[in-house]
Structures are given as structure tokens and as C-alpha cells.
């Protein structure tokens, strides 16, 4: 099969993505950037995983030595960094034996394979969104904004270089839109580039995708982000998952407490929880998730809320108002 150049900083018009050897279609971010200065590398040595459970494959191959397909054969870490061995090229894929193009790699553990071209950025920095309200823009510039918010707690490729003006250019995957952003710019006061957060994200990605019968693992992956982690802007969220409760996002934005000396815990769970503030009665406080289920404490009923202002933690609904 005949071979080419692949330079990941192109923009695509669309592209085909795959996950655990199972494809699936999305589009690229049309958006071209203003000029963007030019990466640091013209050609692909070391790259990074754009998403969870990227696909790693390895060859097949016919007595004469040539590769007949690319088989999925083990899963990439969202943001794991991999060496590139050389030029990407066209195989034909074994689980659906349609063609699509793969560049081969090297792991750190010296395992040498394939990764679906589209699955993989340029090496960079990585960074977390932490903004509610992060706006893409086609260039580093305020009035290339795009009618776009990038979801809390993607996790992107960033490339210092071409960082300016507050701006800064990515790669990304966009899980709930299943889209991929490769040329566009976001603004650097919407990222946290803290590793407790990175890697506490990456650890939750990984676990939110887990099967019912994967139990054991996804708590150990909890476990693992909130324990390696503490720092984590995330932590509060990440050991209310761990309580067990089923959390879903609040669009109450605001409301006040009701009490004096109410706890703020790190958990929704009124035993297990460690108290790690207590706000005072008329407190404004900021909620971003909610459990889905009411609990009664102390003969009082209500919804554990997840604030995130004054203080990060969960706060029981029963002192709380609008």
C-alpha cells in the first residue's frame, strides 16, 4: 500500500474514530486558526493518546513477511505520551476490514505497534478544562470566538509555542460530542495544567467508561485519583463518586444557607464524609451537581449538593434555600 506523510497539525474535514477496536464516525472542528505560529516539530516523533482507551494495535502478517491487516490487540491511556517509529500508512483493519490509516509506535514499556492516526496529537503539555464556560476560538485573538464550549474536564494536547495572548492552541477529543478539535485556540485562564488535576481527570475518564461487571476496577481507579491526587480540584466530585450515590448536574446555580455552622464534607455521606469547612447562616453558595436521590439525616430530608463557592465540597440540602 502505498505510503504518506502525515502531519497531524493539518486540518481534517472529517475523520474516522475507533475505541477498543470498535469504529465509530465523528467530524473535526472546521475552524482554522488566524496564522497560528508554526509548532515547534514539522514532523511527528513523540505523540500523545487523545482518548480514553485509544487503541493499540499490532500487525498481521503473511509468510513473506508483509502486513496483511492491523488488529486491536491492547488500549492506549488518554494522554499517554508514545514514541512515533516512523511514516503513518494505510492498512486494512480486522474488525471491520475496512482500510483507515495507522502510525506505528513504541511504548515505554518497548512494545512496538500501531495506533489509529486520528487517535493520536503531537506531543505537548497536557491541561484539564475547568471552566463551565470555555469558549473555542479559530485563532488567539477575542473576536475569533466560536459558537463552541469545550465540556468540563476535557482533557487536552497543548502546545506552549504557540501560546500569545492569553491564548493558547490544542488538540482534543470531545467525548460527548464524539468530535475532534485540532486547530483551534481556547483560552489558557479556562485550563488547569496541575498534575493532581490532569491525572486525577484522566483516572475519572478511565473509570466512567467501565462496564457494570467492572466494579472492582472502577474503585480502585477512584480510589487512585483521590488518594495519588489530593490536590485535585476535582477531589470533591471524584469521593462523592466513590460514596456510591448517583450524582447528576444541578442547574439550581445559587442558593443560601439556612443554619450557623453548617459542614461542608468531601463526600455526600454523612458518616463517611470528612468535614472540611463549615459555612455560616445567609452564605451564598455555588452548586454544580446534585445526587439524584434524597437522603434523610437526623430526621431531616433532602439532596446532597456539590458546591463549588465559597469552598469546594458537598453540603446536605436540608440547610440549604433559595
Not at 508554526?38 to 514532523?43: K, V
Amino acid at each position: 500500500m502505498k505510503n504518506r506523510r502525515v502531519f497531524l497539525y493539518a486540518g481534517f474535514a472529517a475523520v474516522v474514530l475507533f475505541s477498543c477496536g470498535k469504529s465509530d464516525t465523528s467530524s473535526i472542528s472546521r475552524a482554522v486558526s488566524s496564522a497560528p505560529p508554526a509548532p515547534a516539530e514539522t514532523s511527528l516523533s513523540q505523540g500523545m493518546a487523545l482518548r480514553v482507551n485509544s487503541s493499540f494495535c499490532v500487525a498481521e502478517k503473511n509468510d513473506a513477511e508483509e502486513i496483511t491487516s492491523i488488529r486491536w490487540n491492547d488500549t492506549i491511556v488518554l494522554g499517554e505520551r508514545v514514541a512515533v517509529l516512523g511514516d503513518s500508512a494505510t492498512y486494512t483493519y480486522a474488525g471491520d476490514k475496512a482500510e483507515y490509516e495507522f502510525t506505528p509506535i513504541i511504548r515505554d514499556g518497548g512494545k512496538t505497534g500501531f495506533i489509529f492516526s486520528s487517535q493520536l496529537a503531537p506531543a505537548g503539555n497536557l491541561a484539564v478544562v475547568i471552566d463551565e464556560r470555555a469558549v473555542l476560538y479559530s485563532g488567539a485573538r477575542n473576536t475569533d470566538a466560536l459558537s463552541t464550549i469545550l465540556p468540563l474536564k476535557t482533557v487536552l494536547v497543548t502546545y506552549p509555542e504557540t501560546e500569545r495572548d492569553g491564548f493558547v492552541q490544542f488538540q482534543a477529543y470531545d467525548a460527548e460530542r464524539q468530535r475532534y478539535y485540532r486547530t483551534n485556540f481556547i483560552k489558557t485562564q479556562s485550563l488547569s495544567f496541575s498534575n493532581d488535576d490532569v491525572q486525577s481527570v484522566i483516572l475519572l475518564h478511565t473509570a466512567e467508561v467501565l462496564g457494570p461487571n467492572e466494579t472492582i476496577r472502577k474503585e480502585a481507579l477512584l480510589e487512585a485519583a483521590y488518594n495519588d491526587y489530593p490536590g485535585s480540584a476535582f477531589a470533591a466530585e471524584i469521593r462523592g463518586l466513590l460514596s456510591g450515590k448517583d450524582i447528576q448536574p444541578s442547574s439550581l446555580g445559587s442558593l443560601w444557607v439556612n443554619d450557623h455552622d453548617v459542614n461542608v464534607r468531601d463526600t455526600p455521606d454523612e458518616k463517611g464524609g470528612r468535614i472540611i469547612s463549615q459555612l455560616s447562616l445567609d452564605t451564598e453558595v455555588k452548586v454544580s451537581e446534585e445526587t439524584t436521590e434524597s437522603y434523610t439525616v437526623d430526621g431531616r430530608t433532602g439532596r446532597w449538593y456539590h458546591i463549588t463557592a465559597p469552598v469546594d465540597g458537598w453540603v446536605f440540602g436540608a440547610f440549604l434555600g433559595q
